[in-house]
């Protein structure tokens, strides 16, 4: 099954600075996502990756920047952490078995 | 804009109960719908539904979807403590193939 790891799986930031989490794939998957779940919303996507370099926005990429500069990683960066971005984040590849997407274990962050 | 709407929003059953989840979805390109279950962590899949009246089985949980009323449901039989979770209903949608999911429907089954 397709490999994919997020880090830091838990992460504790003052508000004004800036994160980034990470989401890593072993296999060579075009797709990747980046999804935030808070309660009452289920999970909305924030931006997504079709290719190196080839980003783009989701519904909620408002405070939030990507990058892909290889295959296998895909960035997620809050650029000045606010307490709305408090969430859990969930990275997902288009790949593996059942129904196609894999989803990473979550990261939890708080931004105090 | 692909849209998603699940109901109910939550619930809560003993168990031995009989559910029914359901997922109504307004989509221009339809592909495929999803239905995941989600505990503590990564949502797990269940099933894919492409093909209208064709069920999907899966031991107590089934899924069926209509494409002419733009719906599908989510049934579990014979209720377990361990069924507790969040279900989640979600399009593949379009392009590049970015998931749209529902809100999601919190079951709590109660010994």
């Known amino acids: 099954d397709a490999g994919i790891t997020q880090s830091p799986r838990h992460k504790v930031t003052e508000t004004g600075t800036p994160v980034t989490l990470r989401c890593h794939q072993t296999e060579n998957h075009r797709y990747m996502y980046w999804y935030r779940q808070d309660p009452g919303h289920g999970l909305r996507l924030i931006h997504y990756?079709?290719?190196?370099?080839?980003?783009d926005k989701g519904e909620v990429s408002d405070g939030y920047s990507v990058s892909r500069s290889k295959t296998e990683d895909f960035l997620l960066t809050l650029e000045s952490a606010t307490s709305s971005q408090t969430s859990v984040y969930f990275c997902?590849?288009?790949?593996?078995?059942?129904?196609?997407?894999?989803f990473g274990s979550g990261t939890r962050l708080t931004v105090v | 804009e692909d849209k998603v709407v699940q109901s109910p929003l939550s619930l809560v059953v003993h168990e031995g109960d009989t559910v029914t989840l359901n997922c109504s979805y307004e989509?221009?390109?339809?592909?495929?719908l999803l239905w995941y279950k989600q505990e503590k962590k990564a949502p797990t899949f269940l099933f894919m539904l492409t093909s209208s009246g064709i069920e999907k089985k899966s031991g107590r949980l089934s899924s069926i979807l209509d494409k002419k009323e733009l719906f599908s449901i989510l049934n579990i039989t014979a209720t377990q403590t361990g069924d507790s979770a969040i279900y989640l209903c979600a399009d593949p949608g379009a392009g590049s193939y970015q998931l749209t999911f529902g809100k999601g429907t919190k079951l709590s089954v109660i010994p």
């Open positions: 989509v221009t390109n339809f592909r495929s």
């Open positions: 990756s079709y290719g190196v370099k080839d980003t």
């Open positions: 997902a590849i288009l790949g593996g078995t059942g129904g196609g997407y894999t």
